[in-house]
């Protein structure tokens, strides 16, 4: 049964920063490119980050040079963080496959409040 568990979400102010942890079980995670997705208020769920199986990177623009993704492939945990947060960060983070798993799971998400 594939389960992700997101955490280490909460309120910032802007200019700050935040780690987010993201446990997975159920999947063969070690092979398997993982992501950070985000969906802000009214919005459509869009990716941020990706780690391929074996390291490599890439990221959207708008967090390029402020978010670093990164894996623990012995602990199956995906980690985000996330600097220099902006008010436009503010969201519900969530790690699941890249692609994301073909069943539609997600987890519940942690939601990141970026705010003064």
């Known amino acids: 049964q594939v389960q992700l568990v997101e955490s280490g979400g909460g309120l910032v102010q802007p200019g700050g920063s935040m780690s987010l942890s993201c446990a997975a079980s159920?999947?063969?995670?070690?092979?398997?490119?993982m992501a950070w997705y985000r969906q802000a208020p009214g919005k459509q769920r869009e990716l941020v980050a990706v780690?391929?199986?074996?390291?490599?990177?890439r990221y959207v623009d708008f967090v390029k040079g402020r978010f670093t993704i990164s894996r623990d492939n012995a602990k199956n945990t995906v980690y985000l963080q996330m600097a220099r947060l902006q008010h436009e960060d503010t969201a519900v983070y969530y790690c699941?496959?890249?692609?994301?798993?073909?069943?539609?799971?997600w987890g519940q998400g942690t939601q990141v409040t970026v705010s003064s």
């Open positions: 159920g999947i063969a995670f070690s092979i398997k490119g």
């Open positions: 699941n496959t890249d692609p994301p798993i073909r069943s539609g799971y």
């Open positions: 780690i391929s199986f074996s390291g490599f990177t």
